[in-house]
């Protein structure tokens, strides 16, 4: 089985999507970042000197594809994906979609909500205009929905996108979903949700899923029929964050109870801050982030699975089919 999946170029195969990155930003800016424009002012040439070499590197890999889960409110810019798309020769999936309440920007749906505007229906059918007509006047369409709660909750801001979501998800077999657990937490509460609505968890795709080591919470969704997001991978202890030996013993585990074919790896990795530059300390850089890069799940994560005991068929599935299968597979 395979499907159509709008990517910003246009319309390709999930036969075709290659190895796939299935939880990246190649831009990204926290909501206010607008403001703070003068202090590293948008330079494109630059852009492209630090991402166009890393991409000819993914895809001598084998990667031919990256799901760019940028929310609506976080800078998401579908006419640079294009052009990025374009000029590097890599299909790029673009989402709609809403951040959580806390770090997006929350305050335009709420005022709407406020002064009693239908937001729910406002967002449904800005969610549906962007993957079924396009993005604004720039030709793209979204090919993923994007949702997202905090930590511990769903509250009802971020239940509302949850809810639009879901109603195009029922009423349209080829929607696919990507979530954020904020600390990978509500696993557990999202699945519930997207089933009492009638979804079928088979579109939908559990993000930070490797943010918790609550092997239960993973085991429990997992059977309910998700896909898994360990969607982090070179991003290690800070913020909460489990190490990805952790990680991966995870995934061993979860790959030998049967769900190795629902497994789908990414590093959610951020190549431009909008806003100020994101400069950590040395420290950090050389040891919690030092993986954090779309080369280290080839070079690294697959190898080190394989020494666990994975067999390259295994690992291979994680990058080619199961995204296919993620993006192209039937809903039975
Ligand atoms: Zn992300």
């Not at 949700?193 to 918790?212: R, Y």
Request: net charge negative; with cysteine; hydrophobic share 40%.
């Amino acid at each position: 089985m395979s499907r159509m999946i709008n990517t910003v170029t246009g319309p390709v195969s999930s036969d075709n999507l290659g190895a796939v990155l299935a939880h990246e930003h190649v831009l990204f800016g926290y909501p206010g970042y607008e403001g703070d424009a003068t202090c590293n002012v948008w330079d494109e040439e630059r852009f492209f000197g630090v991402v166009e070499p890393v991409i000819e590197k993914i895809k001598a890999q084998g990667i031919r594809t990256i799901v760019d889960a940028t929310p609506n409110d976080c800078g998401r810019d579908a006419a640079m994906l294009k052009k990025i798309s374009e000029r590097c020769g890599i299909n790029i999936i673009c989402s709609t979609g809403y951040y959580y309440e806390r770090g997006g920007a929350s305050a335009y749906w709420n005022f709407r909500r406020n002064f009693g505007f239908p937001a729910d229906e406002e967002v449904y059918e800005l969610m549906k205009l962007e993957l079924n007509e396009g993005i604004a006047k720039t030709g793209v369409k979204a090919g993923v929905i994007k949702v997202a709660s905090g930590i511990g909750a769903i509250g009802d801001y971020e239940k509302m996108f949850f809810l639009a979501a879901c109603r195009l998800a029922k009423e349209d077999p080829g929607v696919r979903i990507v979530t954020h657990c904020s600390h990978g937490t509500m696993l557990k509460e999202q699945a519930e949700l997207f089933i009492s609505e009638g979804v079928n968890p088979n579109q939908v795709q559990l993000g930070h899923f490797c943010d918790t080591v609550d092997l239960s919470a993973q085991i429990d969704v997992m059977e309910k029929g998700f896909y898994a997001g360990f969607d982090r991978m070179g991003q290690v202890g800070f913020d909460g964050m489990p190490y990805d030996d952790d990680r991966l013993a995870a995934i061993c585990a979860l790959t030998s109870l049967g769900f190795g074919k629902r497994i789908l790896l990414s590093n959610d990795r951020i190549y431009w801050f909008l806003g100020r530059e994101f400069l950590l300390s040395k420290q950090i850089v050389d040891t919690l982030i030092k993986e954090w890069h779309w080369t280290y799940i080839f070079e690294k994560l697959l190898p080190k699975l394989q020494k666990m005991g994975l067999s390259e068929e295994q690992t291979h599935g994680f990058m080619f089919e199961n995204p296919a299968g993620f993006y192209g597979g039937a809903l039975a």
